[in-house]
């Protein structure tokens, strides 16, 4: 009768399909009793033998079904499904056929969560075969070859009945040698939504769309003006290029009716690549980055996206909210870094995406909560938490509204975990991607029909969806969206929505959260080495000029160190965690002493210079130079121990600090130089040095006394030699004159001897006379040994002798 209302364009009569349909319930109804229960042992397995149908091959071809259009008909739509079917076994199969099958409706969400689990196992219902010819022969399937298929089958040939979820299967049947009769070999289990009319109550589905990725930037920067800030790898890079998974969710993303969930620090880095930036290699080497246009093309259409959408803004770095407060709390510091990390939320994402982001929310990995990550979670300011069905549950026929109280003020916005995880683990396969897609459908459809109440419904996918996961959610979405029983509708709404009285309220205690994600935490160790860093970088930016420079990379980078991202990743996490510890080393070792080796003191005072280096690019300033001395009684430092100079020194340049010392004692003293912040506390490693003292010695000044006294007797010597000369000159004219007189003889005769003295010489000599006459008469000048000179000026060109 099917042909024949195929081939005349016509259906069957509604009685005709009224009875088909009830005799398939009623033929399927106890198959699939028999599917939900626990398999039992048949006689032939109690005997340890194999059954007749497992001894023929049975499941030895697979089938994959790779695409089922549309994913939810209504009337007079035509259903296409496609796949293949794989021989498997050892045989070649003759006679083999694809049937579409439709079994009874899967009328309760467990039943859908069971048959997905057992979706390919021939012992379970299969359905009755539409037949006719809606099937696709193959004369012969050889082993290990795929053969494809397409079967497309008008919706009225499948006898639907009611408003719900059915199964739909597809066979594989054909023969082997061994066992020359038809039977089925190999079966697909997929689910059928069927809604052909508006819901009269329809769902109010709220669906997270989160744009979340790894910590890719590092603490340091360049040094230039503009920081030049430094990705650890390319990977952001791949991740929004065309194809990549960033660029899949966005594009895809775009399209639906969703609320983004974003992590700010994601917004940051790359907004960071559409300036320069620079590339660190495995060697520790930079190169420039050149993915500028890239980056800037993603942040546009992103920003085209999310216009007019709800946006909701995670912590700085997306931080785990289950690690901090199962370990971290108990480490001082740790909360203030969430508070940071909220703080700087609303500009980030305001001067990126030119939108207010929600902030009221938190959302801890996989929903899952207890009291101390609820306490956690709200310290921050979020009034909400996104939990998941799996970890607040409820113990109800049906299926609550999201939004319940908790207490405190705090709202839990129960996400739906049947609707949450059907796109997680290996969606490569077009098969498993369309199997989610059937299977969060058929959930939400089942969910739908519970009561005749509207309800809100939240889902919560991964966090990092992969870029099949992230297209089965488009598609699955896309469909619900332009179903008849759901209408889309924004977190925040969904949290204000009317709680459920009977829903559960009671926040589970810290034992039943899952163990399996207690294993991937961060451990204690990690939140120390935080606090161990921080506090590096108080005592740090407080010599600083420019602090902002030092202060908000590393607070930036100590919130990644705290993101949920490093879960399943310890050895990357304590990488990263060291890594930015140890560029914090550096930088405050750029400010040091300069190691000085011994020093050497002559005398009972001296100067001893010690020198402050300052590598860093900006000046440093708030500092002390403490120098003290370890044996004050043999050097004082000035008048005490020590002393203390403030030191300031700009960027890229030393200073030569100079402290008076004075000695009591020859001998060996050791000093040590050290820099203090200005509130006291150490900063830098100390320089020790020995200073030598050796002080004057009476024999040392004996000799200097010794030369001093011959350097005074030798110059007497010369003094009083050169005055007798003088003497001597001036008394041989008198004698001349005398021995004239005697001869009577008042002229000269012609040819007598000549006076070697003319008067000319006379007058000078005199003149001489009288000048050392009237110089001044020194203390240590002896007594003149001859007559006074005359005191008269010397004649004009005459020489002086002296």
Request: proline letters at 7%.
């Amino acid at each position: 009768m099917a042909d024949a209302a195929d081939f005349q364009g016509t259906s069957a009569s509604p009685a005709r399909r009224w009875l088909r349909r009830t005799g398939a319930l009623l033929a399927g109804a106890p198959l699939l009793a028999g599917l939900l229960q626990l398999p039992g042992a048949t006689p032939a397995d109690a005997a340890g033998q194999e059954s007749p149908q497992a001894a023929s091959g049975a499941g030895s071809v697979s089938v994959a079904v790779d695409s089922l259009t549309p994913s939810a008909p209504t009337e007079g739509d035509t259903v296409t499904v496609s796949g293949t079917v794989t021989n498997n076994g050892k045989q070649a199969v003759t006679d083999a056929h694809v049937d579409l099958r439709v079994g009874p409706q899967v009328g309760t969400r467990s039943s859908i969560d069971t048959l997905a689990r057992k979706s390919d196992d021939i012992q379970g219902p299969v359905g009755e075969e539409v037949g006719g010819k809606y099937t696709e022969k193959f004369p012969r399937l050889t082993p290990g070859v795929a053969e494809p298929f397409t079967i497309s089958v008008p919706v009225d040939e499948l006898d639907l009945g009611g408003d719900g979820v059915y199964q739909l299967g597809v066979t594989l049947s054909g023969e082997t040698a061994a066992q020359p009769w038809d039977r089925v070999l190999g079966i697909q289990r997929t689910f059928l939504p069927w809604q052909p009319e508006e819901a009269g109550t329809k769902t109010r589905t709220t669906f997270l769309w989160p744009l979340v990725s790894t910590s890719h930037m590092a603490a340091e920067t360049g040094s230039n003006e503009q920081q030049t800030p430094v990705f650890r790898d390319e990977e952001l890079a791949k991740e929004i290029s065309p194809g990549g998974r960033l660029d899949q969710m966005v594009s895809l993303g775009k399209s639906l009716d969703v609320t983004w969930v974003v992590d700010p620090d994601l917004l940051a880095s790359v907004d960071a690549m559409t300036r320069s930036y620079e590339v660190r290699a495995a060697d520790g080497t930079t190169t420039a980055g050149r993915n500028q246009e890239l980056a800037k093309k993603w942040l546009t259409e992103l920003q085209q996206a999310v216009a007019g959408k709800e946006v909701v803004a995670l912590p700085y770095g997306d931080p785990d909210l289950a690690s901090l407060a199962h370990n971290g709390t108990s480490v001082t510091g740790s909360l203030s870094h969430l508070k940071e990390a909220t703080d700087v939320v609303d500009d980030t994402v305001k001067t990126i995406l030119h939108v207010k982001p929600d902030t009221d929310f938190a959302w801890p990995v996989d929903g899952a909560v207890d009291p101390s990550i609820v306490k956690v979670a709200t310290s921050a300011g979020a009034d909400k938490v996104i939990a998941r069905g799996d970890s607040l549950q409820d113990n109800l026929s049906y299926t609550p509204s999201a939004a319940r109280p908790i207490g405190g003020g705090t709202t839990a916005v129960v996400a739906d975990a049947r609707m949450s995880t059907p796109f997680q683990g290996d969606l490569t396969k077009a098969s498993a991607s369309t199997l989610a897609v059937q299977r969060f459908l058929a959930q939400s459809l089942t969910l739908g029909l519970q009561t005749g109440k509207q309800r809100s419904v939240v889902v919560a996918p991964q966090r990092m969806p992969t870029v099949s996961q992230a297209q089965a959610m488009s598609e699955a979405l896309a469909a619900l969206q332009g179903g008849n029983w759901s209408e889309s509708q924004d977190l925040a709404d969904a949290a204000k929505a009317k709680p459920d009285p009977a829903a559960n309220t009671k926040v589970p205690p810290a034992s039943d959260y899952p163990r399996d994600l207690r294993r991937q935490e961060l451990p204690r160790a990690a939140f120390e080495q935080i606090a161990r860093t921080q506090g590096k970088l108080d005592k740090f930016k407080v010599i600083l000029t420019i602090q902002s420079r030092v202060v908000t990379p590393f607070g930036r980078a100590m919130n990644r160190e705290m993101s949920t991202s490093w879960r399943g990743r310890n050895v990357a996490a304590v990488g990263y965690r060291s890594d930015i510890e140890s560029y914090l080393d550096g930088l405050i070792d750029g400010v040091k002493l300069i190691k000085k080796t011994e020093t050497k003191l002559s005398g009972r005072s001296a100067t001893i210079p010690v020198t402050v280096q300052n590598n860093l690019v900006q000046g440093v300033e708030h500092l002390q130079l403490r120098l003290t001395s370890q044996n004050p009684t043999r050097l004082k430092i000035g008048d005490a121990a020590y002393k203390e100079q403030p030191v300031a020194v700009n960027g890229g340049h030393s200073q030569s600090v100079k402290f008076t010392t004075s000695a009591n004692a020859n001998g060996q003293a050791k000093v040590v130089a050290q820099l203090y912040t200005e509130d006291g506390r150490p900063y830098g490693d100390p320089v020790a040095f020995d200073v030598r003292v050796t002080e004057v010695t009476p024999t040392v000044m004996l000799v200097i006394g010794g030369g001093f006294l011959l350097l005074v007797l030798a110059g007497f010597r010369m003094y009083t030699q050169r005055k007798r000369a003088a003497a001597r000159e001036a008394a041989e004219p008198e004698e001349a004159a005398e021995r004239e007189e005697t001869a009577g003889d008042p002229q000269e005769p012609v040819g007598a001897p000549q006076n070697p003295h003319t008067a000319g010489d006379r007058r000078r000599e005199e003149s001489a006379a009288g000048s050392r006459a009237g110089a001044p008469e020194q203390p240590s000048d002896p007594a003149p040994d001859t007559a006074a000179e005359s005191a008269d000026p010397s004649g004009t060109g005459e020489r002086v002798d002296r």
